[in-house]
């Protein structure tokens, strides 16, 4: 009896040191989904005088972005 509860005691005490899984993280709600994509938009916008080079005049800018400059 004494080497089975010693047995037990060797495979069972590894057993309970693992620790716990991560818990998965919650799913982003519906507003979280649209301020990220709103961010992403920004950062696009902010990289686009490379990126999208078709709406841009000679000096790079778009015409809504030379404002008072381009007068």
Do not use: N, Y
């Not at 010693?6 to 507003?31: F, G, H, S, V, W």
């Not at 696009?44 to 790079?60: L, M, S, V």
């Amino acid at each position: 009896m004494k080497k089975f509860i010693l047995a037990m005691l060797l495979i069972t005490t590894p057993a309970l040191a693992q620790p716990e899984p991560p818990a998965a993280k919650a799913p982003l709600t519906d507003r979280e989904r649209v301020q990220a994509d709103r961010a992403q938009a920004a950062t696009q916008e902010k990289d686009a005088p490379t990126a999208r080079p078709w709406d841009r005049g000679a000096d790079g800018k778009r015409p809504w972005d030379r404002g008072a400059q381009a007068k």
